[in-house]
């Protein structure tokens, strides 16, 4: 049976580790640019979803072959996306896909946990374990070395896609996988959480990791973010005693306490600003994510978000968006406010002079920590 995967880009690392996952059971997803073959698999997530393009949702719909679609998308929409496709594979892949090509193939039944058909849909029943997959195979891909995330913040879709217990790849299979190449860049909800249940650190194993890896590591930077109140002088030290890169990236998401806690981001404004003093203390730049127009925000909290830009800026960078309220998250149904003249034109200033980045016009964000 020939199995394509529909290219697209922003899902690339789906495509990385699917590939990796589906070619253990037998079956190469052979990359394409248009839905052919007996069947093909789609990634479908926030960037790309149907509503943002509405061409992948007639290609899907008029498809000459068997179409499964996943991806943070899918899973969110689960019930949406059936009405175009024929299968759609809920949360996790690399257990789920492998199964539903098997059953596909063989003309067995695929009433199998984790997939929606038209008729049947039965939540997944297992977890995958980072350690029986590859991390990449022939593709080269960032080393994912932990999914889940115990934080609910409102805007996120990743508890929703990879549930709320954090689960790590092993520091040998790490190391099997970054050592292949000069450079290792890892895949992670919060990179400093590594080795530990999300919440309470555990530096030793970092450090232990970094022990067994040979190359240039990057560690909490794109695209292994961090959350600020795990910065601290120790994993500070880990960074510039280890790695190579000279910025630390972490959430701050907005200058108002009352707008943190609403979207149960689990740490204040001070934590974020101690983080950027500690990386300034430590020659790290930071870089910091903001995301505008909450829909519950109030004039006076964006204008303390307004203000930690400034200040952020005067210290390292800062990566805005503007709010999109994502299908899944507690916060999907909700609207953007409108971002005020006046901070439009503060974040292009800052954008024209290297301070900022992001697409603070567009509604669209990037969840991470
Ligand atoms: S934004 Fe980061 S910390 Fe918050 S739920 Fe998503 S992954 Fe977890």
């Not at 190391?175 to 992670?188: D, G, L, P, W």
Request: with cysteine; proline share 6%; hydrophobic share 35%.
């Amino acid at each position: 049976m020939k199995v394509n995967w529909r290219l697209i880009h922003s899902a690339r690392n789906s495509y990385v580790a699917l590939y990796a996952a589906c070619e253990q059971s037998g079956f190469i997803l052979y990359p394409v640019k248009e839905p052919a073959g007996e069947v093909t698999c789609y990634s479908l997530n926030t960037i790309n979803e149907p509503i943002n393009e509405p061409g992948l949702r007639d290609e899907i719909t008029n498809a000459d072959c068997v179409t499964i679609i996943g991806g943070s998308h899918a899973t969110a929409m689960y019930q949406d996306v059936i009405r175009y496709a024929d299968y759609v594979v809920v949360g996790e892949g690399e257990y789920t896909l492998p199964r539903l090509l098997a059953a596909i193939e063989q003309g067995t039944s695929t009433a199998i946990p984790g997939v929606a058909t038209k008729d049947h849909y039965e939540p997944a029943d297992t977890d995958v374990r980072l350690d029986a997959y590859p991390a990449f195979s022939e593709m080269k891909g960032y080393v994912e070395i932990s999914r889940g995330c115990p934080f609910s913040c409102g805007y996120c879709q990743t508890p929703q896609m990879f549930g709320h217990c954090m689960r790590h790849r092993s520091i040998d299979a790490v190391a099997q996988y970054a050592n292949r190449y000069e450079h290792a860049r890892f895949v992670s909800p919060n990179a400093f959480a590594y080795g530990s249940d999300g919440v309470h650190p555990r530096f030793d194993k970092i450090k232990r990791l970094f022990h067994h890896l040979r190359y240039q590591i990057f560690f909490g930077t794109f695209p292994s973010e961090v959350r600020p109140e795990f910065v601290c002088d120790t994993s500070i030290e880990l960074v510039t005693q280890f790695c190579a890169n000279s910025r630390l990236h972490f959430g701050a998401q907005s200058g108002s306490n009352a707008v943190l806690q609403h979207l149960k981001r689990g740490h204040t404004v001070e934590d974020v600003v101690r983080a950027v003093e500690l990386c300034c203390d430590h020659g790290l730049t930071p870089v910091v994510d903001v995301i505008l127009g909450f829909p519950f925000e109030t004039d006076e909290d964006q204008l303390a978000t307004v203000r930690l830009i400034k200040w952020v800026t005067g210290h390292g960078m800062v990566h805005a968006h503007h709010f999109m309220p994502l299908p899944g998250t507690p916060l999907s149904g909700t609207f953007a406010r409108p971002i005020p003249l006046k901070t439009a034109q503060l974040c292009g200033k800052l954008a024209l002079s290297g301070k900022l980045t992001g697409s603070w016009s567009d509604t669209a964000i990037k969840p991470h920590s």
